[in-house]
């Protein structure tokens, strides 16, 4: 990981404290067992795909469209480019502490940053997604009321 800046956590100007240090490590152990719970369901994902093409081929289901095909695939996609981005996270956190770092744990932080904007990006997306089912939700319930 030689095409990182080296720069030395414990230096005079440093403001991390040993006690946020282990906070921090603490927090790395976090975010690398959400990480591996995160491969793990998306390994569920994967198989419950698989399975549903096995169960399609051998004739004991419809078949689902293409566009399901594809829905699945863009979401196991940006969940693994998730997951490898908040893996990364906690590795680059621990490379930072443990070997005194700072530019490791910059890198970990950053990647903490993007993994958390593209959450909250997504977030935003489904909620206004789920508010404009809502809104025509009430509108037909209103229209067809109106009928009667």
Known sequence: MDF??????????SIISETSKGHLATLAQWINIAAIVS????GLSVLQLVLQFVKHSSGYSSSP???????????IGITLLLNITLFNAAKFIKFGIDGSE?????VGIRNL????K???IIVIILLVI????????IISVS???GFR
């Open 4 to 13: 990182l800046q080296k720069n030395d956590l414990l230096e005079e100007t």
């Open 39 to 42: 491969f793990v369901g998306l």
């Open 65 to 75: 469209s293409v566009v399901d095909n594809i829905g699945q695939f863009v979401i």
């Open 102 to 106: 700072q530019s490791y744990f910059n």
């Open 113 to 116: 940053k993007t993994y958390f």
């Open 118 to 120: 593209i959450i909250g």
């Open 130 to 137: 789920f508010m404009i089912t809502l809104i025509i939700g």
């Open 143 to 145: 229209i067809g009321n």
